[in-house]
């Protein structure tokens, strides 16, 4: 064959190295969709493995993800409940869809959804720090009563253990938020209130929803309201707020995102 043979066994050790490699980077990936809870894709996979050092193309992890039958979770469709008290007292939107802070405690936006079970619906309703994309408040009720925001606000208070006067809350412009008690709650603790004319201004929040129910609970077939609140807490406290890579914030989990924001 015309070649060596001292490059005979140069090339099948290179092809035994190149062997191991592979099945070392199989094992990696499998590993990381694994602690994603089956949730990451491509680029998220890629993020991770450069974290650890190893330098891998995205065809290349598209291709194992495929030999390996991994994949990650899509999109799911987006719906609007919000219900608005026409004749309550509303607030100009302050923002107009510019989410960017440049340090916590700056903008903080709230929303409701709700998660299905068999029992009936569970509210969820969150405080979101834009800086981050922390969920720095969260409360879930059987109803839709103002409490829902309310202890949503209790939580990120002690969360935060004290902020700045000057805070921006952002939400849409549901009864809840435009109710007297949650408008005096924030007058005293000097936020500036600001409102969207509708949920589509305030994607950042639905985002979030849409991450919460696509990798959760559209996965899920919840028996019981106690059960959807078990998992819902486990997902936003161990999970999302410090495990899981955002792509917004250079594919750090948000609280990882904040530490080196303190340093």
């Known amino acids: 064959m015309c070649v060596s043979k001292s490059g005979f066994y140069k090339w099948l050790e290179c092809k035994d190295k190149n062997h191991q490699f592979e099945f070392s980077l199989e ?10 809870r089956s949730t990451y894709g491509r ?5 991770t493995l450069k974290k650890s050092f190893i330098k ?9 993800m495929k030999k390996l039958n991994l994949n990650g979770v899509g999109k799911p469709k987006f719906k609007t409940t919000t219900k608005v008290d026409r004749q309550a007292i509303h607030f100009p939107n302050l923002i107009s869809g510019d989410f960017t802070s440049y340090k916590p405690n700056e903008l903080w936006t709230s929303d409701i959804t709700y998660i299905p079970t068999k029992e009936g619906w569970v509210y969820l309703c969150i405080i979101l720090d834009t800086f981050s994309r922390a969920i720095i408040g969260w409360s879930m009720q059987d109803n839709l009563k103002r409490e829902i925001v309310l202890n949503s606000l209790n939580m990120a208070y002690k969360k ?3 902020f700045p006067n000057g805070i921006i809350f952002h939400s849409d412009k549901g009864s809840q938020y435009s109710s007297k008690e949650v408008r005096k709650y924030l007058k005293l603790n000097h936020f500036h ?8 201004e305030n994607s950042i929040t639905e985002t979030f929803f849409s991450t919460l129910k696509k990798e959760l609970v559209h996965r899920c ?6 059960e959807a609140k078990s998992s819902i807490i486990e997902y936003i406290e161990v999970f999302y707020n410090r495990i899981r890579a955002h792509s917004a914030l250079d594919y750090l989990a948000p609280l990882e995102y904040e530490k080196n924001y303190e340093i």
């Open 193 to 200: 209130q600001s409102m969207s004319n509708s949920c589509y």
């Open 56 to 64: 891998v193309e995205k065809k290349r992890i598209s291709k194992i």
């Open 221 to 226: 077939n919840f028996l019981t309201r106690k």
């Open 160 to 162: 935060r253990s004290h």
């Open 27 to 36: 094992e990696e990936i499998k590993k990381i969709h694994t602690s994603s």
């Open 43 to 47: 680029r998220r996979i890629l993020s």
